[in-house]
T-cell receptor
Framework: GAGVSQTPSNKVTEKGKYVELRCDPI?????LYWYRQSLGQGPEFLIY????????DSGLPNDRFFAVRPEGSVSTLKIQRTERGDSAVYLCASSQRLVPIYNEQFFGPGTRLTVL | GNSVTQMEGPVTLSEEAFLTINCTYT??????LFWYVQYPGEGLQLLLK?????DKGSNKGFEATYRKETTSFHLEKGSVQVSDSAVYFCALSAGGNEKLTFGTGTRLTIIP
């Protein structure tokens, strides 16, 4: 079946603009994660959804960042008033969340965001 | 908080050489440990995992053993191939919601 997909694959925007990044998880996966990967670094956790609700948003860097998952499937990461420091690859992952067994997270290809 | 420290790269080896990439961690409780791999032009993939002390994860000839006493999870392979060229990330999850904490990654290049 299809894996995790993310759109767009590349986004170039100007400082101060608003952007939306979309993630389509694997069908049936209830857990969805957003990570941010800066150049030369490992991915850093941003937010985790279980179903429609954000179960952990402790990784969001500030209130310019917001994410939603209104129907428990597709998720959108929203960034207001973008800054050059927001430039990174934004990764989405999903998993089945079959507690208590660890559930493998399947990653999408990422959206490369460049803020000029 | 939780953290992962892994061997900095880049690492360049000849084909059939022995590989070790070091990884140590700091975490509360009993984390699960992982190695992820990112091949050129592809997304992150889980390579192997271990969920409790002394477990050995293995896949595609790679192995790593969860060592609680040394808080380590070193990745090894006895004979690397050109197709193993990729970036390798050590990671952990702890606390119940499975969010991953990653190391900075090690770029491995294998030359024929």
């Amino acid at each position: 079946g299809a894996g995790v997909s993310q759109t767009p694959s590349n986004k170039v925007t100007e400082k101060g603009k608003y952007v939306e990044l979309r993630c389509d998880p694997i069908s049936g996966h209830t857990a969805l994660y957003w990570y941010r990967q800066s150049l030369g670094q490992g991915p850093e956790f941003l937010i985790y959804f279980q179903g429609t609700g954000a179960a952990d948003d402790s990784g969001l860097p500030n209130d310019r960042f917001f994410a939603v998952r209104p129907e428990g499937s597709v998720s959108t990461l929203k960034i207001q008033r973008t800054e050059r420091g927001d430039s990174a690859v934004y990764l989405c992952a999903s998993s089945q969340r079959l507690v208590p067994i660890y559930n493998e997270q399947f990653f999408g290809p990422g959206t490369r965001l460049t803020v000029l | 908080g939780n953290s992962v420290t892994q061997m900095e790269g880049p690492v360049t080896l000849s084909e059939e050489a022995f590989l070790t990439i070091n990884c140590t961690y700091t975490a509360t409780g009993y984390p699960s440990l992982f190695w992820y791999v990112q091949y050129p032009g592809e997304g992150l993939q889980l390579l192997l995992k271990a969920t409790k002390a002394d477990d050995k994860g293995s896949n595609k000839g790679f192995e790593a053993t969860y060592r609680k006493e040394t808080t380590s999870f070193h990745l090894e392979k006895g004979s690397v191939q050109v197709s193993d060229s990729a970036v390798y990330f050590c990671a952990l999850s702890a606390g119940g919601n499975e969010k991953l904490t990653f190391g900075t990654g090690t770029r491995l290049t294998i030359i024929p």
